[in-house]
Every structure is written in C-alpha cells, then in structure tokens.
C-alpha cells in the first residue's frame, strides 16, 4: 500500500530560489510537481522525502532559469487488488459508503456492505441489515478488501471496497466471525462423535 521509490527526473530552479541550497530549491519545486499527483506506475504520490541528488546546473540563452538532474525518493500510496485495507467511514450517501483510507477514498457499494439485505435510513444517514442487523454509520473503523483500481493521471483516482466477505467490516462484525467460526470447529468433533455413538 505505502511505498518508498528513488527515482530520476529533471528540474528547473528559478532565479528566486538562486540564494537557497541547491538541494533545498530542488526539494521546494519536486514538491510542487508531485506532490498530490497520482500516476500509474507509482500511484498517489503523498510527499517527496528526500533528495539524494542535484547536478550541475545548466543555462540555456534566453531562460533565466537553471536545469538540473536530481535523484530523489517519493512516499506513495498504490492500492492493489485483493488488498486488505483498513479505514474510517467519511460519508454515507443511499449508494454506499466512503471509506478514508489515507490519502484516497474508497467506494463500498451498499451491495458490499455486508452479506445481508441492506437498507438505508436516511435520517439516522446510516446502513441496517434486515437479517443480521448489522449498521455502519460515519466515523465507524472498518476492514475491507479491495476489488477495483482505478488510478487515473493528474488528482483523480477510484478505489472500489468490498466488505461481504468473513472477517471484514466493522471490529464487532469481525469479532462475530471469529466466534461463529470457533463454535463451529468445536461443534464438528461432538457431532462426530454422536454418529459413531448412534451407528453402535
């Protein structure tokens, strides 16, 4: 999910930032080209951490500006499928929810809410489970899984969540499938062993 990369590029300094370090200036402008941007080979670019590398300035007639090779390293956040993510509920519409998870957000279709029929109240703005009763509202804390990338050029970019599976959702949800899943293994040997009381 959150990567560090080291990559090459090129830069122009203006005379503003001639009395600065080079590394400094460098650091200013990678930020300002970035930062915020999300690509598809490194996807959402958060920060550039640091520069490891400025060259020699070059000057070409008529540009004010000097040109630079740098190396520099970048954090990122690249959601891939299958992911499993964890984030906070941000806002509920009758569609889905919106899930937080750091610098993007993803979408969970009331389809993959839950494994459930699910409704949606729209004063109490949340999601109810008719069988299992199950509610997600905003500021919730849950756990999914990521089933669509959608990683465009410039600041957009679209994340599609599932939550139908065991052992995603909210902690209490989560909590629940573990139990269910426990109770069920203990109960398999004590079913076994009244078949093979019953066959004697």
């Not at 997600?136 to 139908?164: C, F, H, P, Y």
């Amino acid at each position: 999910m959150f990567r560090l990369y080291t990559i090459e590029g090129k830069i122009e300094i203006p005379p503003f930032l001639f009395d600065q370090e080079k590394d400094v200036s460098a650091r200013i402008i990678l930020s300002e080209d970035y930062e915020g941007i999300i690509t598809h080979d490194y996807g959402f670019i958060i920060a550039v951490v640091d520069v490891l590398e400025v060259g020699k300035g070059i000057i070409i007639p008529g540009n004010a500006n000097t040109f630079h090779e740098v190396i520099f390293t970048i954090l990122t956040f690249k959601p891939t499928v299958s992911e499993v993510v964890e984030g906070t509920v941000v806002e509920i519409v009758d569609f889905g929810s919106f899930v937080r998870l750091g610098p993007l957000d993803g979408l969970v279709h009331v389809s993959q809410i839950c494994d459930d029929y699910i409704s949606y109240e729209q004063v109490g703005n949340r999601f109810i489970g008719k069988e299992t009763g199950k509610i997600l509202e905003v500021n919730d804390q849950v756990r999914a899984k990521i089933i669509a990338v959608s990683l465009g050029t410039g600041r957009s970019g679209k994340l599609g969540l599932t939550m139908r599976q065991k052992f995603l959702g909210k902690e209490e949800w989560i909590e629940n499938d573990i139990e269910e899943t426990y109770s069920e293994k203990e109960m398999k040997p004590a079913e076994s062993n009244q078949d093979e009381d019953d066959s004697t």
